[in-house]
């Protein structure tokens, strides 16, 4: 395997109301925001005509989906080959918290480093994020 991370795919984090958050970056720091927060669009470096994206955006502060970590942030990283990664991962004793789940933007994990941080593992499919915002994204 020759890449592992290709670059980073979300920034996730805690707060206590995620709607006034996203209203207050779009209003005051200019990100467009969407439910979800808001899709950063960025171009490849090793192909300038492919356009990637990176999600940001704000959880409740009772979310479970960081767990088990205890902190307020979650890192997602953009990887080429998930299977592949993955079973690298399971050889060095890596922390894998649950399977690969498929979607039609990409295959996701979820794994944890040595310090408890829980970190996304995510294989995108850039194209229908492409197809679905339609240049509604923070660029």
Known sequence: MNKKVTGIGGVFFKCQNPGNMKDWYNKNLGLVTDEYGSPFEFRNANNPDEINYLQWTPFPNDTKYFEPSKKEFMINYRVENLDELVTELKKDGVEILDNIEEFEYGKFVHILDPEGNKIEL???????????????TTK
Request: avoid cysteine; glycine fraction near 6%.
């Open 122 to 136: 995510w294989e995108p499919v850039d194209k229908i994020f492409t197809n679905m915002l339609n240049g509604k």
